[in-house]
C-alpha cells in the first residue's frame, strides 16, 4: 500500500513537470520554460562569483553520479 | 578589420552545432551505460564528463543563450511538482523503510540496470548538463 503511494506520488510529481513544462511552450504563456528558470537561478552572483551557476552546476553533477556511478 | 571581425564572431563553432554535439552526446551515454553502478570506472567517468561539462560551463568558451533578467508570475507553478516531489521524497527518506516505501533512487535503481535504459540516462543527464552549460 505504501509501496503504491510512493509510487503513484513520484509519477504525479514527473507528470506535472511534463503539464508544467508543455504549458509553458505554449505560445503567450505566462509561465517560464524550466530552462528559462534555471538559466534564471544561473544569473544570481556575489560579487565576482556566479554562485547561482556553481550552485546549478553541482547539484546536476551530483545527481548524475548518485543514479549513474552509485 | 572590424567587418572581418564581426563575420567570425558570427559564425558558429562547428562543435557547438547540433550534428556535432549529439552523436558525441551519444557516444559519451553509450560508453556510460556500459559502467555497473559502484564501480571505479563509473565514479570516474562521471566525475571526468561532469567536470569537463562544469569546466565549459564557468569558462567562456561556449556561447550562451541570453538568460530572462526577470521571471514571468506563472514560475510560481513550478513550486508545485517540485514541492510533490521534495515532501514524497523527504518523507521516503527519512521513514528509510526500504522497499516498503521506497525513495526515488531506489525505485530507479532496477531500472537502470538495464544497460539500454542506463544509456538513455547517461544521454538525458549529458543533453541536459549540456543545455545548462549553454544558458
Redesign the interface.
Known sequence: M??A???G??L???L??T??EW??RREG????T???????V??YEVGPV?VG??G???F??W???????? | MDHSRELTAEAPRTWDRPVVSVPVLISLSLV?GQ?P???AQ??L???GT??A??WL??SNRVPR?P?????????V??L??AA??GV?EGA?FVLS?G????T??R??DPL?DDELV?ST??FA?LA??W???R?
Open positions: 505504501m509501496r503511494l510512493a509510487i506520488g513520484f504525479t510529481a514527473v506535472l513537470f503539464a508544467v504549458a509553458s504563456s505566462r509561465v517560464p524550466l530552462g528559462d528558470v534555471c538559466a534564471f544561473m544569473r556566479p551557476r556553481i546549478l552546476f553541482g546536476w553533477w545527481l548524475g553520479w548518485h543514479f549513474l556511478a552509485r | 556510460g559502467l553502478s559502484f564501480s563509473a565514479n567517468y562521471t566525475f561532469g567536470g561539462l562544469i560551463g564557468l543563450r538568460a530572462p533578467r526577470r521571471l514571468a508570475p506563472g514560475a507553478w513550478w508545485l511538482p510533490v516531489f514524497l521516503t523503510v522497499d516498503d516505501f521506497p526515488f533512487s525505485l530507479a537502470l542506463r540516462a547517461w543527464w541536459a548538463f543545455g545548462l552549460v544558458r
